[in-house]
């Protein structure tokens, strides 16, 4: 009696060929997604009292504070009229 080895069979998930046997078709395991590298981050010293690190935070909190005000502009003149 002669076992015949695993029937491999091509598939594609996500651009890449796999051979599948019988007794992995039966058995669905989750491929792993892959990062798509849209994700941009924003590279900033590390060292908390370098000069530029500082102007970094000094500027985001400035916009920030910014923002926060004509927000509140926008309030008292709909207080206002309203």
């Excluded at 009696?1 to 007794?23: C, D, H, Q, W, Y």
């Amino acid at each position: 009696m002669e076992i015949e080895g695993a029937i491999e069979t091509p598939r594609t998930i996500n651009k890449k060929v796999f051979k599948i046997s019988p007794l992995q078709s039966c058995l669905v395991w989750p491929v792993t997604p892959e990062r798509k590298g849209k994700r941009s981050t924003e590279r900033i010293p590390y060292v908390i009292s370098s000069e530029s690190w500082q102007n970094i935070q000094q500027t985001k909190a400035e916009k920030k504070r910014k923002i926060e005000m004509e927000k509140e502009d926008r309030k008292n003149i709909e207080l206002k009229t309203g």
